[in-house]
């Protein structure tokens, strides 16, 4: 990791419960780490809320990260709680504006690791082109957390072409993911206690903002869905799809965009790469007229260099989604059932 920031000389290396007192140790600590390192001309005024201007159709999101280690291959959860709720603004086709950041920190939490947490969510701002305007830190005791949860909330103005609705899915339109499965599960999981697999695999956490945009400044209203498929992977977003259209979708086991070492670990531990967590690639359902032309500008993109058209829009088996394996066999993908890799993002 690039430290750009050099980490300020306070005189504790550990948070205490002073920390979150409200009195002057929140304060230093507010001044030399959060303010200093995220500064902005709105997050500058240090009221408890910001004010500002925004015109057109909005979006709104809000999510908290409570991910174990919170240091991983490929990220932390600074990054991660930064590029999820920008990500959730993108699937809204909304061009994301302002974050606020809340911290709950537990006490001892080494100060170089939030130091490094702080650093990481400047530059995954910085580099989705959102400012964070306003936020909370609170300390609890030792023992009662996990060094750091994270909520961040969003706001951002929807595309004036954007036209994302399930309701506007139809028949003979077509499935795309825009990268590789189950890279962020399995890279957790590579590092949880107690799990003793080695691998090079690394989450793809990244914000896809800048990606989306340009999609639906080319393709417009073509693209009818968009989601990222987080907790409960791909299976869940196109179960929910389903319930919701009422058609059938059909993809296909051979157009999965699956990496080999993902998919040795998803058998070893005995899990299906459908149901795996990501964090840097997403869902999309096209008009079939642009399917094309839409995974080849996707292709071109960083973030879509291994999307792939994985399956269409059918009128059978409506509410289900079914998957065509290697050798022609048909099976139901339902939802998952209870939770298969818990404290994921």
């Known amino acids: 990791m690039n430290l750009s920031c050099p980490m300020p000389k306070f005189d ?20 030399s780490g959060v303010f200093d390192v995220l500064k902005n001309d709105l997050l500058d005024q240090q009221h408890d809320g910001a004010s500002f201007e925004l015109n057109g159709k909005l979006a709104f999101s809000t999510d908290s ?19 999820g709720t920008v990500n959730d603004l993108a699937m809204c086709g909304a061009v994301p504006k302002y974050l606020s950041l809340a911290f709950i920190i537990e006490e001892g939490m080494r100060m170089e690791a939030l130091w490094e947490v702080l650093v990481s969510i400047k530059n995954a701002a910085a580099k989705a082109g959102v400012q964070i305007v306003t936020g909370d830190t609170k300390v609890v005791e030792k023992g009662k957390g996990d060094q750091i949860f994270i909520n961040t909330s969003g706001i951002g103005v929807v595309h004036p072409k954007a036209a994302i609705h399930h309701n506007r899915v139809k028949e003979g339109d077509v499935i795309i993911v825009s990268g590789q499965l189950a890279q962020h599960g399995i890279a957790i999981m590579s590092k949880r206690q107690g799990l003793s697999f080695e691998t090079d695999i690394v989450s793809d956490t990244t914000n896809l903002n800048h990606t989306i945009l340009q999609l639906i400044e080319q393709f417009g209203d073509a693209i009818k869905f968009l989601r990222d498929p987080t907790r409960g992977g791909l299976a869940s977003v196109l179960n ?15 157009q999965l965009p699956i990496d080999e070492q993902v998919e040795g670990a998803c058998e070893m531990l005995g899990l299906d790469p459908l149901y795996v967590a990501n964090e840097g690639l997403f869902v999309l359902v096209v008009d079939a007229a642009v399917a094309e032309s839409v995974l080849k500008q996707l292709q071109q993109d960083a973030n879509g260099q291994s999307a792939r058209i994985i399956g269409k829009v059918v009128n059978t088996h409506p509410g ?4 065509k394996s290697r050798i022609g066999g048909h099976r139901v993908v339902g939802y998952l059932t209870g939770e298969q890799l818990p404290r994921i993002c």
Do not use: C, W
Not at 65 to 83: H, M, Q, R
């Open 12 to 31: 504790f290396d550990v948070i205490t419960m002073g920390h979150g007192g409200g009195g002057l140790l929140t304060h230093r600590l507010l001044q």
């Open 65 to 83: 990260y409570v991910i174990s280690p919170i240091f991983f291959p490929g990220g932390n959860i600074g990054e991660l709680a930064v590029n």
């Open 240 to 254: 929910e799809l389903a319930e919701q259209t009422n058609l059938g979708y059909l993809i296909e086991q051979e």
């Open 320 to 323: 289900k989604v079914m998957l």
